[in-house]
């Protein structure tokens, strides 16, 4: 005889009902956990740091200690989770964690070979592009010797200093704030500095593709030097196309320049103003302890 048969009508409807609460209650607990997942976490920030790249001196160059100092200086916005990374090695979990993140901070040894190095690693940087993440680059961050990872780049973060022809000069200059109306350049005044820039970048024309002109070019110039009687972009923004925004700045050769106080302005407004955050009318707080801004004694 059929088992269903020898139920009571009450004992069968108190069944059904019983099935239909438990598999709307399992449904609803999965859609709580994507909406948590999505809409209320903070803002996540890669910083994409290295050890020494073997060519420089202690104190140039100095990749961990420079997104470390970035971390401190971003730990007291609300909504923003910083996470300080290696480029070193495979660097197989990369992609993985760009699919986790809003935007990235490039400090290592030749940013833009690194990421053409490896097809998913470059894939994973255009998709963070694509959803309108930030991205960012620092000195040789921006560069590559080779000539044929600088379009990928270009189109990435709007400038690249790259190829055989690429320049850069250690110089005593006093930088030209070339916007005086752009979020970023907030509170920055022009110190002046001992530094070595990058400079005759290849940049994002208006058209996608590179240029080294700068009317045909859709960044917006943020800092120029000056150098053999011209005046040279050295920091940019640029307002992508997919909605997202990239900044390069291609000074932080010697660490010590992290003391200055625009230095460390500028460069922590550049990763609000990626992430599209909100940059305090006078600029935002950028102290920190003597100690913090140097190097740990190597002995």
């Known amino acids: 005889m059929n088992v269903i048969a020898q139920l009571d009508l009450r004992t069968l409807l108190r069944i059904t009902l019983s099935a239909v609460l438990i598999a709307t209650v399992h449904v609803t607990c999965l859609h709580a956990d994507e909406v948590q997942s999505t809409s209320t976490r903070p803002q996540r920030l890669l910083l994409i740091g290295q050890g020494p790249d073997g060519s420089h001196a202690r104190t140039t160059h100095e990749y961990f200690a420079g997104m470390n100092l970035l971390a401190k200086l971003l730990r007291s916005q609300a909504d923003l989770e910083t996470i300080v990374v290696s480029a070193d090695g495979e660097w197989n979990d990369g992609p993985q964690l760009l699919e986790r993140t809003d935007g990235a901070v490039l400090f290592i040894a030749e940013g833009a070979k690194w990421i053409s190095a490896d097809a998913s690693r470059l894939t994973a940087f255009r998709q963070l592009a694509k959803r309108g ?39 005593d200059v006093t930088p030209e704030l070339a916007n005086d109306t752009h979020p970023i350049l907030r509170g920055v005044k022009a110190d002046s500095v001992h530094e070595e820039f990058y400079f005759a970048l290849k940049l994002i024309s208006k058209s996608n593709s590179v240029t080294r002109t700068e009317s045909e070019s859709a960044i917006t110039p943020l800092v120029r030097i000056p150098v053999d009687g011209e005046r040279h972009t050295v920091a940019w923004g640029w307002e992508r196309p997919d909605g997202g925004r990239s900044f390069g700045f291609t000074g932080l050769h010697f660490h010590d320049n992290w003391k200055h106080e625009s230095y460390r302005r500028l460069i922590a407004q550049a990763a609000l103003w990626s992430l599209k955050k909100e940059i305090p009318a006078a600029g935002m707080a950028v102290d920190l302890d003597a100690k913090v801004l140097s190097l740990p004694d190597s002995n």
């Open 133 to 171: 993440g930030g991205l960012m680059a620092v000195h040789w961050g921006t560069g590559t010797k080779s000539a044929e990872p600088i379009a990928p780049f270009v189109q990435l973060f709007g400038a690249c200093h790259g190829g055989p022809d690429r320049k850069f000069k250690v110089l």
